[in-house]
C-alpha cells in the first residue's frame, strides 16, 4: 500500500465522523467549519493567483470568506433575523474593496484583475459551501436533527459514489477524453459510469434512508438530483482543473495529507451544495 494511500485514509478515518457529526448538530458549529474552510480555500485561489503575478487584497477578502457562513446562518438559522441586512453588508464589503485597492494599488499593479479575484475568492471558496446551511436549517428544522441532516448528507454521498464510479468506469473502459486539455485523466466512460452511480445512489439512498426518515421524495425527484449531483459535480471538478492548469500546478496546496487543498478536495462540491440547495426548494423539501 502507498504512503499516499495510507494518508488519505488516515485522513478520512478522522475528517468522515467529524463531518458527519458537525452536520447532524448543525447551527453555529456548521456554520463555524464552513467559514474555516472558507478561508483556506479562498488562501488556495489567492496563491494560485499570485502565480500568475496579481496580487488579490488578502486581508479583507479572508474576512468575507469568515464572515459569508456566519451571516448565513444568522439569516437563515434564526426566525428572528432576517436576510436584507447581509445583503447591505454585502453592497459596502464589494464598496470597501474597491476603495482600498485606490489605496495600495497603483495602476500598475493591475489594479481590477487583483479586485476581482479578491471579491471571487470568497465567493467562489466560501459562498457556494454556505449554501449547506440552507439546505441542513430548512423548513423546521433543529439543532441536532437527524432527518434534515440525511438530507444534508445525501448530496454529499451521491458525489462520492459517482466519482467512486466515474474513476471505476474510466479505468475498466477507458476510451475518448472528456476534457483532454483541463483533465487528461478524465473519459466519457468514467463520466457515464459515474452518472449511473449516482443515479443508483440517490434511488437506493432516497427510498431506503430519506422516505423512512420522514421526507418524501418521489422516484422521479431521484432521479433528477442523481442526474443533477453527476453533470454538476463532475463539471465543477474540470472548472478547479481549469485554474490550476493556468497556474501550473497539479494541486491547490499540500494542506491535506494524500488529497492537496481544500480546492481539491471540495471542487465538485463548490458546484453541487447550491445546485442541490436550489433542486431541494423546487422540491419543497426545504
Known amino acids: 500500500m502507498s504512503r499516499n494511500l495510507v494518508q488519505r485514509i488516515l485522513f478520512a478515518i478522522v475528517a468522515i465522523p467529524v463531518t458527519v457529526a458537525v452536520i447532524w448538530w448543525g447551527g453555529w458549529p456548521l456554520a463555524g467549519l464552513i467559514a474555516l474552510l472558507g478561508v483556506l480555500g479562498t488562501r488556495e485561489i489567492y496563491d494560485l493567483a499570485r502565480r500568475q503575478g496579481l496580487a488579490p487584497l488578502g486581508g479583507i477578502g ?19 433575523h432576517w436576510a436584507e441586512p447581509t445583503l447591505f453588508v454585502a453592497a459596502i464589503w464589494v464598496l470597501a474593496v474597491m476603495s482600498l485597492a485606490m489605496g495600495v494599488r ?67 473502459i477507458g476510451g475518448p477524453k472528456l476534457a483532454p486539455v483541463l483533465s487528461p485523466k478524465k473519459t466519457w466512460a468514467g463520466a457515464i459510469g459515474g452518472t449511473v452511480g449516482a443515479i ?16 418524501t421524495v418521489s422516484v422521479g425527484q431521484l432521479l433528477g438530483l442523481g442526474v443533477l ?58
Open 62 to 80: 479572508y474576512a468575507a470568506a469568515a464572515a459569508i457562513p456566519l451571516a448565513t446562518y444568522w439569516a437563515k438559522g434564526s426566525e428572528l
Open 200 to 215: 443508483a445512489a440517490a434511488l437506493v439512498l432516497g427510498l431506503l434512508v430519506l422516505n423512512r426518515l420522514g421526507w
Open 106 to 172: 497603483s495602476p500598475q499593479q493591475r489594479p481590477l484583475p487583483a479586485v476581482a479575484v479578491t471579491i471571487f475568492g470568497p465567493l467562489y471558496a466560501s459562498a457556494l459551501p454556505s449554501f449547506l446551511i440552507a439546505i441542513r436549517h430548512g423548513a423546521a428544522a433543529g439543532l441536532r436533527d437527524t432527518p434534515a441532516a440525511a438530507l444534508v448528507m445525501l448530496p454529499l454521498a451521491l458525489v462520492w459514489i459517482c466519482d467512486t464510479a466515474a474513476m471505476a468506469a474510466g479505468s475498466a
Open 229 to 286: 449531483v453527476s453533470v454538476v459535480g463532475q463539471a465543477g471538478d474540470v472548472a478547479e482543473s481549469l485554474f490550476k492548469r493556468e497556474a501550473g500546478v497539479k494541486d491547490s496546496s499540500t494542506l491535506i495529507p494524500g488529497h492537496g487543498g481544500v480546492l481539491d478536495r471540495l471542487d465538485s462540491l463548490y458546484f453541487v451544495i447550491p445546485a442541490a440547495a436550489g433542486l431541494f426548494k423546487l422540491y419543497r423539501l426545504i
